[in-house]
C-alpha cells in the first residue's frame, strides 16, 4: 500500500490533497524547480512543502537532483495509462496515423478543459518537433484551431463563461477580442472547419474539425505545419472533416456496444452530412 503524504496532524485529507495538487501544478514550465521556488509559486510554508517533497520523492512523484526536484516516473506511469484509457483517445487512436500519412502534416487530437485545450496525442514525425506542443501540454483554446473548431459548437453559456475571463495573447495574431472571437466562431459553424493561422506557435498553422454532436462535441482533430505549407482549402478541410467524422463514429458505436442493442436516432454530427461526399485529400506540394 502506498504511504500517505504526511501533513500536520490537524491537517485534512482533502486539504492535503489540496496542498499536493498544488505543489505538483508549480511543474508547469517543464524545468526543474528548487525549494524555494516551490514554496514561492504555491504560497505555501517552506517547512511543510519540503517534508510532502520528500515524502513525495519517495513515492517516485518527484525525482531530487542536488537542490532542484522535477517530476518523477511515478507521474509519467499514471500519465500514459490516462490517456490510454480515455475513451476518445482509444476511439481516435486507428485514425490519427492514416491522416498523418494522408497530409504528411502533423495531427493533433485534443479535448476542452476549462479555458484550455488540452493534447491527448500528436503524430508527426520529425515536423512534429518543431512545433510547440506534446501530449498533455495546455494551449487557450481560443488560439488553437483544435479549441476554436470545439468552441465554435458548444452552447452558448459555455462562450460566456470563457469571454469573462481575459483572453490571452499568444502571438500577434491571437484574437483577443471577444466581438472578433464571437465572428470567428460563427465563420468556422458556417464552412465546418476551424484555421489557426499563426495564432498559437509563429510560423505554424492548423486546420482543426470537431468531434461529436452538433450541439456538445467531445474533442477535435487538426493537421498542423508550416504556415506557408498549409493550404487553408478543401484540400486539408475534407480530410480533417472526414476523420473527425470517423472518431466520432467510432466512439458512438462503442458506446453502444457497452449498452448493448437499442433503439436510437444517431445524433446530427457535424459534417454527417457533407463528410460523406468529400474528396479524397490530396497531399500537400512541399
Not at 498523418?100 to 476549462?114: C, E, K, S, Y
Amino acid at each position: 500500500m502506498v504511504p500517505a503524504v504526511k501533513d500536520s496532524p490537524d491537517t485534512p485529507p482533502i486539504a492535503a490533497i489540496g496542498r499536493v495538487s498544488a505543489l505538483l501544478d508549480a511543474f508547469d514550465g517543464g524545468n526543474r524547480l528548487t525549494l524555494a521556488q516551490i514554496a514561492r509559486r504555491t504560497g505555501l510554508p517552506r517547512s511543510s512543502t519540503h517534508r510532502m517533497l520528500d515524502q513525495l520523492v519517495r513515492l517516485q512523484w518527484l525525482l531530487r537532483s542536488g537542490h532542484e526536484y522535477e517530476l518523477g516516473t511515478k507521474l509519467i506511469e499514471l500519465g500514459h495509462r490516462a490517456v490510454h484509457q480515455n475513451r476518445v483517445y482509444r476511439a481516435a487512436a486507428p485514425f490519427l496515423w492514416d491522416l498523418h500519412r494522408a497530409t504528411g502534416m502533423v495531427v493533433h487530437l485534443a479535448i476542452l478543459d476549462g479555458a484550455d485545450v488540452v493534447y491527448l496525442e500528436k503524430v508527426g514525425g520529425r515536423m512534429g518537433l518543431s512545433i510547440p506542443t506534446q501530449v498533455g501540454s495546455r494551449q487557450p483554446a481560443h488560439c488553437t484551431g483544435v479549441g476554436k473548431a470545439i468552441l465554435a459548437y458548444r452552447p452558448l453559456g459555455r462562450l460566456e463563461d470563457l469571454e469573462e475571463a481575459e483572453l490571452t495573447r499568444k502571438t500577434n495574431y491571437s484574437i483577443t477580442d471577444s466581438a472578433e472571437l464571437r465572428v470567428a466562431l460563427s465563420e468556422i459553424r458556417t464552412r465546418g472547419v476551424a484555421f489557426d493561422r499563426e495564432e498559437c506557435a509563429p510560423g505554424f498553422g492548423c486546420v482543426a474539425a470537431p468531434v461529436g454532436p452538433i450541439d456538445e462535441p467531445v474533442a477535435a482533430v487538426s493537421v498542423c505545419g508550416p504556415v506557408d505549407r498549409l493550404p487553408f482549402d478543401n484540400r486539408l478541410a475534407a480530410p480533417v472533416r472526414i476523420t473527425a467524422l470517423q472518431i466520432w463514429r467510432n466512439l458512438d458505436d462503442a458506446a453502444v456496444g457497452r449498452s448493448g442493442p437499442r433503439q436510437r436516432a444517431r445524433q446530427r454530427t457535424v459534417g454527417t452530412n457533407a463528410a460523406d461526399h468529400l474528396p479524397t485529400c490530396h497531399k500537400p506540394a512541399r
